[in-house]
């Protein structure tokens, strides 16, 4: 898991309460990325910073929203208007166009 | 569209065999090619990246290969042993870290 640290583990939520996932890196990289793992699909990119105060979305960016103000922390927020939450969220950091360390994941159950 | 396909998508072995996992991918412009192993609840960790001019790679028990022309990757296991349980995930990039096509995954099992 490097440098990456997610938290919590596992996380479960009532439909219709927002929540939001930490994500933290020491490692110095400039960039990180969140993705959403669901079983038998490959990971999806949700959104991603490369550098502090600026993100852009990825290919499933509806239902999310990010910040970016530290370096070493990009936190995802999982809102109501997200139809389908329960999955598992992996964060990853990275220097821009090198190898992408990833953290532990936070799985995400809302009922 | 970008894709990569992973075959087979599951698999069982025993322990000390060896095994050969697939990847097929359609990524433009590429520009690398990672295996990563991902065990049950956990972030992935990467095994091998290989280059358009790279051919193979290896990592202890883990060789991994490339055929560019026909966009065609393998990643076969030595030995197998217990801790190698997991799935392995083909990632190809088309140039920048945030434009990675991740495959959906091999899960293997090795049992006694």
């Known amino acids: 898991d490097g440098g990456i640290t997610q938290s919590p583990k596992y996380l479960f939520r009532k439909e219709g309460q927002n929540v939001t996932l930490s994500c933290e890196q020491n490692l110095n990289h400039d960039a990180m990325y969140w993705y959403r793992q669901d079983p038998g699909q490959g990971l999806r990119l949700i959104y991603y910073?490369?550098?502090?105060?600026?993100?852009q979305k990825g290919d499933i960016a509806e239902g999310y929203s990010v910040s970016r103000e530290k370096k070493e922390s990009f936190p995802l927020t999982v809102t109501s208007a997200q139809k389908n939450p329960t999955a598992f969220y992996l964060c990853?950091?990275?220097?821009?166009?090198?190898?992408?360390?990833f953290g532990p994941g936070t799985r995400l159950t809302v009922t | 569209k970008n894709q990569v396909e992973q075959s087979p998508q599951s698999l069982i072995i025993l322990e000390g065999k060896n095994c050969t996992l697939q990847c097929n991918y359609t990524v433009s412009p590429f520009s690398n090619l990672r295996w990563y192993k991902q065990d049950t609840g956990r972030g992935p960790v990467s095994l091998t990246i290989m280059t358009f001019s790279e051919n193979t790679k290896s990592n202890g028990r883990y060789t991994a290969t490339l055929d560019a022309d026909t966009k065609q990757s393998s990643l076969h296991i030595t030995a197998s042993q217990l801790s190698d349980s997991a799935s392995y995930i083909c990632?190809?990039?088309?140039?920048?870290?945030?434009?990675?096509?991740f495959g959906t995954g091999t899960r293997l099992q090795v049992t006694l």
């Open positions: 990632v190809v990039s088309a140039g920048t870290a945030s434009k990675l096509t």
């Open positions: 910073s490369q550098i502090v105060n600026d993100f």
């Open positions: 990853a950091s990275s220097m821009e166009g090198y190898e992408q360390y």
